[in-house]
């Protein structure tokens, strides 16, 4: 079994910022894609920024030049350091992972954390 767990939430004023963390564990062989989800309240989830293992990201457009995706692959952990946070960056943020258990899982299992909930007051 993998579980993800984030961290790093909190309440934070409007210019502030936060650094998101998640830590896989459990029957780990490798991780492709880790991405960081996150879902405002009374709205759908969307991708707030992606890292492949060959390191190529993706960024949603409103958070371009403010969050920073980064992961240690020693430690199986992604990061997300946010800045210049605003209020509509308000949201719950769920770490998400493609994690191989055996070198002939190639695709990956699709693990998702529990959520850590930013709130940036205006």
């Known amino acids: 079994q993998v579980q993800l767990v984030e961290s790093g939430g909190g309440l934070v004023q409007a210019g502030g910022s936060l650094r998101l963390s998640c830590a896989a564990s459990?029957?780990?062989?490798?991780?492709?894609?880790m991405r960081w989800y996150r879902q405002p309240p009374g709205m759908q989830r969307e991708l707030v920024a992606s890292?492949?293992?060959?390191?190529?990201?993706y960024y949603l457009d409103s958070v371009k030049g403010r969050f920073t995706i980064s992961r240690d692959d020693a430690k199986n952990t992604v990061s997300l350091q946010t800045s210049s946070l605003k209020f509509g960056d308000t949201a719950a943020y769920y770490c998400?992972?493609?994690?191989?258990?055996?070198?002939?899982?190639?695709?990956?299992?699709?693990?998702w954390g529990k959520g850590t909930l930013v709130t940036v007051a205006s």
């Open positions: 459990g029957s780990i062989f490798s991780i492709n894609d």
């Open positions: 890292i492949t293992n060959s390191g190529s990201i």
């Open positions: 998400n992972a493609e994690v191989r258990t055996g070198v002939y899982d190639y695709y990956g299992t699709d693990y």
